[in-house]
C-alpha cells in the first residue's frame, strides 16, 4: 500500500498557496500561473498519515506550434513540480515520480526549473530530454553595493549616481505611475531586439496581485530611459524584465545599468536573492557578471509525443 495519496485541484487552494510560498516560486503561484496560461490544474502529493502536503505540480496549457500542452509561458522563469525541502532525498525521489506519472499521457510536457542539487534520475527514468543552462544569481547573504561591480560598471554607476544628485536624470521606484512606460520601453527594446513582448500577458502578470518590485530612470525632460520589473517570493527575486532606449548621450545609455543595480539593492535590503535568470549569451552573461551575478545551472526537462510538434520546432530552430 501506498503510503501517499494524489489530489487534483482546478481552483485555488489556499494550503497548496502556503506550500508553494515556502517551498516553490513566484512563478508556482495561482494567481501567476491563471495570468499566462488556461486550464490551471494542480497535483498534490499528501501522507495518507497525515494532511501535509509533501509535493504538487502546478499547471497551466498554452497553445505552441498549433499544440495545446504543458509548454513553459511567456514570463515564466520556473515551470514544474516541487517537492518539500525537508523530505529526504529517497522521499523526494518517490514523489516527484508520483507527480510526473500523473502527466504521462500529455502529448507536450516542458519544464524549467532550478533545483539545486536536486537528483535528475526521476526525469530520465520518465524519458525526459535534459539540458543544462546558465544564469547568474546574487546570494542576498553577502551586502550588496557599488564595490562588487566589475571596473567599467562601477565607474558608469557613479557617473550616473552623480547625474542624479545633480538632478539629470530621476529615478522612481514601486509607483502604479510608472507601468506605463514599462510597456514603452519594453516595446521599443522588442522592435530592436525583435521579439514578441506579450504586453497583454505582461499587464495580467502586474495585476494579479502577486508581489513585485519595479522602478523606471527618467531623464531630465521625464523622458523614460530604462526600467526593470522583478517578480518576488519568500527567498528570490527575479530580474524578468529590463527594457531600455539608446541615448545620443554614451552615459545614458547605460540607464539600464543603474535600473537593474538598483533592483539588485532592493533585493538585497530586504534579504532576497536576486536572480538575474537566464543567460547562456556570452555579452548577457558577462553583463550579470559584471553586475556581481554567479552562475548557476537552471535545467530545461522537456517530453512530447507529438511527431507534428517536433517537426515545426526543429524548422523554427533551423531558421534561427
Given at each position: 500500500?501506498?503510503?501517499?495519496?494524489?489530489?487534483?485541484?482546478?481552483?485555488?487552494?489556499?494550503?497548496?498557496?502556503?506550500?508553494?510560498?515556502?517551498?516553490?516560486?513566484?512563478?508556482?503561484?495561482?494567481?501567476?500561473?491563471?495570468?499566462?496560461?488556461?486550464?490551471?490544474?494542480?497535483?498534490?502529493?499528501?501522507?495518507?498519515?497525515?494532511?501535509?502536503?509533501?509535493?504538487?505540480?502546478?499547471?497551466?496549457?498554452?497553445?505552441?506550434?498549433?499544440?495545446?500542452?504543458?509548454?513553459?509561458?511567456?514570463?515564466?522563469?520556473?515551470?514544474?513540480?516541487?517537492?518539500?525541502?525537508?523530505?529526504?532525498?529517497?522521499?523526494?525521489?518517490?514523489?516527484?515520480?508520483?507527480?510526473l506519472n500523473e502527466i504521462k499521457d500529455n502529448k507536450q510536457i516542458d519544464f524549467n526549473l532550478f533545483i539545486g542539487d536536486a537528483n535528475l534520475i526521476p526525469y530520465k527514468n520518465a524519458n525526459y530530454t535534459i539540458e543544462a543552462n546558465q544564469s547568474h544569481l546574487l546570494n542576498c547573504e553577502k551586502e550588496y553595493g557599488i564595490e562588487?561591480?566589475?571596473?567599467?560598471?562601477?565607474?558608469?554607476?557613479?557617473?550616473?549616481?552623480?547625474?542624479?544628485?545633480?538632478?539629470?536624470?530621476?529615478?522612481?521606484?514601486?509607483?502604479?505611475?510608472?507601468?506605463?512606460?514599462?510597456?514603452?520601453?519594453?516595446?521599443?527594446?522588442?522592435?530592436?531586439?525583435?521579439?514578441?513582448?506579450?504586453?497583454?500577458?505582461?499587464?495580467?502578470?502586474?495585476?494579479?496581485?502577486?508581489?513585485?518590485?519595479?522602478?523606471?530612470?527618467?531623464?531630465?525632460?521625464?523622458?523614460?530611459?530604462?526600467?526593470?520589473?522583478?517578480?518576488?517570493?519568500?527567498?528570490?527575486?527575479?530580474?524578468?524584465?529590463?527594457?531600455?532606449?539608446?541615448?545620443?548621450?554614451?552615459?545614458?545609455?547605460?540607464?539600464?545599468?543603474?535600473?537593474?543595480?538598483?533592483?539588485?539593492?532592493?533585493?538585497?535590503?530586504?534579504?532576497?536573492?536576486?536572480?538575474?535568470?537566464?543567460?547562456?549569451?556570452?555579452?548577457?552573461?558577462?553583463?550579470?557578471?559584471?553586475?556581481?551575478?554567479?552562475?548557476?545551472?537552471?535545467?530545461?526537462?522537456?517530453?512530447?509525443?507529438?511527431?507534428?510538434?517536433?517537426?515545426?520546432?526543429?524548422?523554427?530552430?533551423?531558421?534561427?
Amino acid at each position: 500500500m501506498s503510503k501517499y495519496r494524489i489530489l487534483q485541484y482546478k481552483i485555488k487552494d489556499e494550503e497548496v498557496e502556503k506550500f508553494i510560498w515556502d517551498n516553490g516560486t513566484v512563478f508556482h503561484q495561482y494567481k501567476f500561473l491563471n495570468s499566462v496560461g488556461d486550464n490551471y490544474v494542480c497535483h498534490v502529493v499528501k501522507r495518507n498519515t497525515s494532511d501535509d502536503i509533501i509535493g504538487v505540480l502546478p499547471l497551466v496549457k498554452i497553445n505552441k506550434f498549433g499544440l495545446k500542452s504543458y509548454h513553459i509561458p511567456s514570463y515564466t522563469y520556473q515551470f514544474g513540480p516541487i517537492v518539500c525541502n525537508k523530505e529526504g532525498s529517497k522521499e523526494r525521489e518517490e514523489v516527484l515520480d508520483l507527480l510526473l506519472n500523473e502527466i504521462k499521457d500529455n502529448k507536450q510536457i516542458d519544464f524549467n526549473l532550478f533545483i539545486g542539487d536536486a537528483n535528475l534520475i526521476p526525469y530520465k527514468n520518465a524519458n525526459y530530454t535534459i539540458e543544462a543552462n546558465q544564469s547568474h544569481l546574487l546570494n542576498c547573504e553577502k551586502e550588496y553595493g557599488i564595490e562588487l561591480l566589475g571596473k567599467g560598471k562601477k565607474r558608469d554607476l557613479k557617473k550616473l549616481l552623480k547625474l542624479e544628485e545633480d538632478n539629470e536624470i530621476q529615478i522612481v521606484e514601486n509607483s502604479n505611475l510608472i507601468t506605463d512606460h514599462l510597456f514603452y520601453l519594453l516595446k521599443e527594446t522588442a522592435t530592436r531586439a525583435k521579439f514578441n513582448p506579450h504586453i497583454d500577458i505582461l499587464k495580467k502578470i502586474i495585476d494579479s496581485g502577486i508581489n513585485f518590485y519595479t522602478n523606471t530612470v527618467f531623464d531630465s525632460d521625464g523622458k523614460p530611459l530604462a526600467a526593470t520589473f522583478c517578480p518576488f517570493d519568500k527567498t528570490t527575486a527575479y530580474h524578468l524584465i529590463s527594457a531600455s532606449v539608446r541615448s545620443e548621450t554614451n552615459i545614458l545609455s547605460s540607464a539600464n545599468s543603474l535600473s537593474l543595480f538598483l533592483a539588485i539593492t532592493y533585493a538585497n535590503k530586504n534579504k532576497l536573492h536576486f536572480d538575474f535568470e537566464g543567460s547562456n549569451m556570452k555579452g548577457v552573461a558577462n553583463f550579470y557578471r559584471s553586475m556581481g551575478g554567479k552562475p548557476v545551472i537552471v535545467y530545461r526537462f522537456q517530453k512530447t509525443k507529438s511527431f507534428y510538434y517536433n517537426l515545426l520546432k526543429e524548422i523554427k530552430k533551423n531558421k534561427s
